[in-house]
């Protein structure tokens, strides 16, 4: 399957990357519900396990999969791509594909809740460390937090739910000048708004739980491979460049060249973690996908406007959103993301933590989710929920004011969205 025309419109490869006519063709991607696959000869299934052309078991392959792997790796510019079945399993098998026991990540500290634990404490439990940047750190700032066991630099397009905007080509320029590669979390920002890869980064990985599904149906995540990153210049990656002896001694960089990243990651941790969507959640992340520029431009559009009046309330002690001209943020934004920036805003109220519940509990179009990135238009108090086991203090150490809400814009009509903030405002 050769990729849509690298100059194709994001539109089109969203509607047509990744179909073939095996598969069915525009708008036919069969659902392959199957464990299993049946082969000609035994000597093909053992071609398979040289050469893994085409789905050999549902662990870590499936033909439906496939054909939204290859319109993922299209819109980001990459050479292929892996799903997964979250947006953390996206991160950890990013990042376990370049690290083992005795090295260190370094990663901003902006960057979502759930990975700072994933780093900082589970992945500490395999012995691989975690160093902490400011995002805004100089050059020579992150050349110095770089330790010689540094394996992988790390940082979200658009955090969750600090919305700092990472400046990718300072971090890449970095990165590479220490011989090695930049993942980029791409899951607020969707290949619609920014395509990190364009900008240096080597990995790219999302929550397709989020925006790219935008309805709330299918959790998972992906990995996307930019080919880009020379393995054996490096000289610290000897897993890529020598016989990997768990699979009959392949050498992922002379075997599969630009793509060794990702057939790695699928032949050594897809294989043994297993943690592979099914054929139903990826056909119904392809839904998703066909839809997500219209979805982000709207998105942008109501956020912007909704950010607009939230900055004029006086009920309302603080507004985050990058694409707002005060922004601290927002010339970084002009850069990376000069169509948007997504449809998430942080909110902070004037009287805590009483008057944020308040506000929440009265709004009526508006749902409380423990969740981001919906067509529907919801809200979250991390103080009352994902931080709730925190103190005043821990709250403030984390940047968390007890008036913190994230507010995610949907879709609805911008005018009524408007009109149920405004009314809940009234309760403050």
């Known amino acids: 399957m050769q990729p849509c025309n690298e100059n194709a419109k994001i539109e089109t490869k969203c509607l047509h990357a990744g179909y073939t006519p095996e598969n069915g063709g525009p708008g036919t991607i069969p659902i392959v519900l199957s464990t299993t696959y049946r082969f000609d000869s035994t000597e093909k299934v053992a071609e398979l396990f040289d050469m893994p052309t085409e789905p050999m078991y549902s662990r870590f392959a499936n033909p439906t999969c496939d054909a939204v792997e290859k319109k993922i790796a299209a819109l980001e510019g990459g050479v292929g791509a892996m799903l997964t079945t979250s947006g953390q399993a996206a991160s950890l098998l ?98 619609v708004l920014c395509r990190p890869i364009e900008f240096g980064a080597d990995i790219v990985i999302h929550s397709t739980t989020k925006y790219m599904d935008g309805h709330a ?60 969507p099914s054929a139903h959640s990826a056909f119904l992340l392809n839904m998703g996908l066909e839809t997500l ?13 909704v950010a607009k009046m939230l900055k004029t309330s006086d009920k309302i002690a603080s507004v985050t959103y990058p694409g707002l001209p005060d922004d601290p943020y927002h010339a970084m934004a002009q850069k990376y993301l000069p169509d948007g920036t997504s449809g998430v805003i942080s909110i902070s109220i004037k009287g805590g933590r009483a008057a944020a519940v308040r506000f929440m509990d009265a709004l009526q179009l508006a749902s409380i ?55 809940a405002l009234k309760f403050v």
């Open 217 to 276: 149906v299918q959790g998972g995540g992906v990995i996307v491979d930019s080919g880009k990153f020379d393995w054996a210049a490096s000289g610290k990656f000897p897993d890529f460049t020598e016989p990997d002896e768990s699979y009959h001694g392949v050498v992922y960089t002379r075997d599969f060249g630009d793509m060794a990243y990702i057939i790695k990651a699928r032949m050594q941790l897809m294989r043994d973690f297993g943690c592979y």
């Open 94 to 191: 990013s990042v376990l594909n370049l690290c083992s026991a005795g090295d260190s990540i370094l990663s901003v500290s902006t960057i979502y809740g759930g990975t700072i634990n994933l780093f900082g404490v589970t992945l500490k439990r395999f012995g691989i460390d975690v160093i902490w940047v400011d995002p805004l750190a100089s050059e020579a700032e992150i050349q110095a937090a770089i330790q010689p066991n540094t394996k992988v630099v790390f940082g979200e397009t658009i955090a969750n739910p600090a919305l700092t905007v990472f400046d990718i080509e300072k971090f890449a320029k970095v990165a590479h000048e220490n011989g090695i590669p930049l993942i980029v979390d791409n899951t607020f920002a969707t290949p």
């Open 369 to 423: 989710e423990v969740h981001v990135a919906d067509i529907r238009t919801c809200v979250l108090h991390p103080a009352s929920a994902t931080h709730r086991q925190l103190t005043e203090e821990q709250l403030a150490a984390a940047g968390i004011d007890g008036g913190l809400i994230r507010i995610s814009v949907g879709l609805e009509n911008v005018d009524d969205l408007i009109s149920d903030l405004q009314q």
């Open 293 to 305: 520029p219209v979805r982000m431009r709207q998105y942008c559009a109501n956020a912007l406007q």
